[in-house]
C-alpha cells in the first residue's frame, strides 16, 4: 500500500503543477485572440477611414485570417450594394474585393461605379489593375490613361505610366510608347534609361536622326559609363539614318575618350 501511496501522491503533485501551466496556456490563447481581434477591428477602422490604402487591405485580410474573410467581406460591401452607394464605400469594397481575389469582374464593375460616382486616382487605376489581371489590356491602358490627370505627385504619375506603358506593345505601337516615355523623361530628365527609351522609340517610327541628338544631347551630364553606351548607341542611330560623317565622328570621339594602353 505504501508503493501505492507514493504513486497516488506522485500523481497528484503533477496533476497540481500541469493545472498552473494549463491555466497560463489558455490565459495565453486568449490574450492572443484578444490581441488579433484588437489588432483586426482597428484595421477595419482604419480601413473605413482610407478606402483606397491597398496595403491596410491586405493586412487587414492577413489579420481575420482565412476563416474571417466571407464576413469581412459582407460587412465591407454590404453599403456599396445599394445603387445611389457613396463613392468611399464603392472603392473600400473594391480595393477589398480585389486584394481577396477570385471576383474581378466583380472588383472591376465596382471600381467603375467609384469612378462614376467620383473620379478619382484611386478609382481608376484600381478598375485598370483589375483589367489588366483579367487579361484586358486595351481596357485597363484606357483607364490608366484616364487616372493621369489625377496623379498629382510625381510619384503617382511616374507609378500611372509605368504601369500603362507595361501594357503597350512597343513595336507595334511606338507612337503610343514615345508618348508615355516622353512624359516618363520629362518627370526626371536625368534618366539615361529613359532616354534610351524614348531614343528607340524615335528609331522606330524612322526619326533614328533625331533620336541620336537626343542622345548627343545627354553626353554632358552622363558619366563615364553612360558617355560610352549613349555615344555609341547614337553612332549607330546616325548610321541608320544614313548620316555616316556624324556616326564616325561619335565612334572617334570614344576613341579619343578610351585610354591608350602603355
Given at each position: 500500500?505504501?508503493?501505492?501511496?507514493?504513486?497516488?501522491?506522485?500523481?497528484?503533485?503533477?496533476?497540481?503543477?500541469?493545472?498552473?501551466?494549463?491555466?497560463?496556456?489558455?490565459?495565453?490563447?486568449?490574450?492572443?485572440?484578444?490581441?488579433?481581434?484588437?489588432?483586426?477591428?482597428?484595421?477595419?477602422r482604419a480601413f473605413t477611414e482610407?478606402?483606397?490604402d491597398v496595403a491596410l487591405a491586405?493586412?487587414?485580410?492577413?489579420?481575420?485570417?482565412?476563416?474571417?474573410?466571407?464576413?469581412?467581406?459582407?460587412?465591407?460591401?454590404?453599403?456599396?450594394?445599394?445603387?445611389?452607394?457613396?463613392?468611399?464605400?464603392?472603392?473600400?469594397?473594391?480595393?477589398?474585393?480585389?486584394?481577396?481575389?477570385?471576383?474581378?469582374?466583380?472588383?472591376?464593375?465596382?471600381?467603375?461605379?467609384?469612378?462614376?460616382?467620383?473620379?478619382?486616382?484611386?478609382?481608376?487605376?484600381?478598375?485598370?489593375?483589375?483589367?489588366?489581371?483579367?487579361?484586358?489590356?486595351?481596357?485597363?491602358?484606357?483607364?490608366?490613361?484616364?487616372?493621369?490627370?489625377?496623379?498629382?505627385?510625381?510619384?503617382?504619375?511616374?507609378?500611372?505610366?509605368?504601369?500603362?506603358?507595361?501594357?503597350?506593345?512597343?513595336?507595334?505601337?511606338?507612337?503610343?510608347?514615345?508618348?508615355?516615355?516622353?512624359?516618363?523623361?520629362?518627370?526626371?530628365?536625368?534618366?539615361?534609361?529613359i532616354a534610351e527609351r524614348v531614343?528607340?522609340?524615335?528609331?522606330?517610327?524612322?526619326?533614328?536622326?533625331?533620336?541620336?541628338?537626343?542622345?548627343?544631347?545627354?553626353?554632358?551630364?552622363?558619366?563615364?559609363?553612360?558617355?560610352?553606351?549613349?555615344?555609341?548607341?547614337?553612332?549607330?542611330?546616325?548610321?541608320?539614318?544614313?548620316?555616316?560623317?556624324?556616326?564616325?565622328?561619335?565612334?572617334?570621339?570614344?576613341?579619343?575618350?578610351?585610354?591608350?594602353?602603355?
Amino acid at each position: 500500500m505504501r508503493g501505492a501511496s507514493r504513486l497516488v501522491l506522485a500523481f497528484a503533485t503533477l496533476a497540481a503543477g500541469a493545472a498552473p501551466l494549463e491555466a497560463r496556456a489558455d490565459w495565453e490563447v486568449r490574450r492572443s485572440t484578444t490581441r488579433e481581434h484588437d489588432l483586426a477591428a482597428n484595421a477595419e477602422r482604419a480601413f473605413t477611414e482610407r478606402p483606397e490604402d491597398v496595403a491596410l487591405a491586405r493586412r487587414l485580410i492577413r489579420l481575420v485570417g482565412a476563416t474571417g474573410r466571407a464576413a469581412l467581406r459582407t460587412r465591407v460591401c454590404e453599403p456599396a450594394r445599394a445603387p445611389t452607394a457613396a463613392a468611399t464605400d464603392l472603392l473600400r469594397c473594391a480595393t477589398l474585393t480585389f486584394e481577396l481575389g477570385g471576383a474581378d469582374e466583380e472588383a472591376a464593375s465596382t471600381f467603375a461605379r467609384a469612378a462614376a460616382a467620383r473620379p478619382s486616382l484611386a478609382a481608376f487605376e484600381g478598375e485598370a489593375r483589375t483589367l489588366a489581371r483579367l487579361g484586358h489590356k486595351d481596357e485597363a491602358r484606357a483607364r490608366y490613361e484616364a487616372a493621369l490627370p489625377f496623379a498629382h505627385r510625381p510619384a503617382d504619375e511616374r507609378r500611372v505610366l509605368e504601369a500603362a506603358l507595361a501594357l503597350v506593345d512597343v513595336r507595334a505601337e511606338p507612337a503610343r510608347a514615345l508618348a508615355f516615355d516622353q512624359r516618363l523623361a520629362a518627370l526626371d530628365p536625368r534618366d539615361t534609361t529613359i532616354a534610351e527609351r524614348v531614343a528607340d522609340d524615335l528609331a522606330r517610327l524612322g526619326r533614328s536622326s533625331e533620336a541620336a541628338a537626343l542622345l548627343d544631347a545627354r553626353l554632358p551630364s552622363a558619366n563615364d559609363e553612360e558617355r560610352f553606351a549613349l555615344s555609341l548607341r547614337a553612332a549607330e542611330l546616325y548610321d541608320a539614318a544614313g548620316e555616316h560623317e556624324r556616326a564616325a565622328a561619335a565612334l572617334a570621339a570614344i576613341l579619343a575618350r578610351t585610354p591608350r594602353a602603355a
